[in-house]
């Protein structure tokens, strides 16, 4: 017999409405100190695709922005 397992992958698609009031949240009420952790730890998803962010080139270029809203990941790879 030529069984194979299939892996499966989850493909997240979020539209955020904003980022920034989103990470708000996620500290208030998750405690969590970027939405990179926040990602990880509670969807655990393969593929992540965020629509809506409301996040300017200006809050992309501030590195430390960037970090607490979890646009440079560990986890993930970014695109815009």
């Known amino acids: 017999s030529n069984s194979k397992e299939h892996e499966s992958m989850l493909l997240l ?3 955020v409405a904003s980022l920034p ?6 500290e208030r009420h998750f405690k969590f100190k970027t ?5 990880h730890s509670h969807l655990k998803a ?9 996040v300017s080139e200006t809050t992309l270029s501030d590195r ?8 440079i ?8």
Do not use: P
Not at 73 to 80: L, T, V
């Open 13 to 15: 698609s979020w539209n």
């Open 21 to 26: 009031k989103l990470m708000d949240c996620i």
């Open 35 to 39: 939405f990179d952790k926040y990602i």
């Open 46 to 54: 393969d593929i992540l695709c965020l629509q809506e962010t409301k």
């Open 64 to 71: 430390g922005v960037a970090e607490r809203l979890g646009l």
């Open 73 to 80: 990941s560990s986890h993930y790879d970014a695109f815009a």
